[in-house]
């Protein structure tokens, strides 16, 4: 099984939608981010969570809200969905205890708007 | 801005031939450096990082990066391509010590013939 799973893998909705991405990890880490993936753009950071009372906007938090329901739990949620959110969106932990930067990545959630 | 800069979005290489890949930083205070590598349709995972001590370091794979101050670069290189290493490559940096974030390059996708 994986550490860091992602659900769904693959969603297709319509614009207004509300759409929650889940992320679950097995591996015991502290710190939990979002991220964005668009072609020839990389990653974009969306929120991150150092602890579970610990919440912080990255660099495009706008139109999108996290909960970290327990320390093993980060899910992203689309209020109302927008055709430019369709992308690859993937979940990350690390340990605050190993080296800064050291993320352990799920396999994506391909999210299309319509 | 801190920023990660990649060249070249796509590389080529034939099978056997070396692969360099380039990434270059912008800051006056060197950052932590680290390569990803995205394989289809999977998450990203960790080639190889840079934080202190050594200039040179050595990665999965048989890949190495080797961190110059006085170019603000950390290259991706490898001797002889596989077709296995045909994949997406993203530089990114940490500035801020432990509480600063990832930011990731654009990413150059590698493609190797046979």
């Known amino acids: 099984d994986a550490d860091v799973t992602q659900t769904p893998r693959n969603r297709i909705t319509k614009t207004g939608k509300r759409i929650m991405l889940e992320c679950s990890q097995t591996?015991?880490?502290?710190?939990m981010y979002w991220y964005r993936q668009d072609p020839g753009l990389g990653l974009r950071l969306i929120y991150y969570?150092?602890?579970?009372?610990?919440?912080n906007k990255g660099e495009i938090s706008d139109g999108y809200s996290v909960s970290r329901q327990a320390q093993a739990k980060f899910s992203l949620s689309l209020e109302s969905a927008i055709p430019n959110q369709t992308a690859l969106y993937f979940c990350a932990t690390s340990d605050s205890a190993r080296d800064v930067g050291e993320l352990f990545f799920g396999e994506g959630s391909r999210l299309t708007v319509l | 801005a801190q920023s990660v800069t990649q060249l070249g979005s796509h590389v080529s290489v034939s099978e056997g031939a070396l692969v360099l890949l380039r990434c270059n930083y912008s800051s006056s205070v060197p950052p932590y450096l680290f390569w990803y590598v995205q394989y289809p349709n999977q998450g990203l995972q960790l080639l190889l990082k840079?934080?202190?001590?050594?200039?040179l370091v050595k990665g999965i794979n048989g890949f190495e990066a080797e961190f110059k101050k006085s170019e603000t670069s950390f290259h991706l290189t490898k001797p002889s391509a596989h077709m296995s290493d045909a994949a997406e490559y993203f530089c990114a940096v940490v500035y801020g010590g432990s509480q600063g974030n990832l930011i990731f390059g654009k990413g150059t996708k590698l493609s190797v013939k046979p």
């Open positions: 840079y934080t202190t001590g050594a200039t």
């Open positions: 969570s150092f602890d579970v009372k610990d919440i």
């Open positions: 591996k015991g880490h502290d710190r």
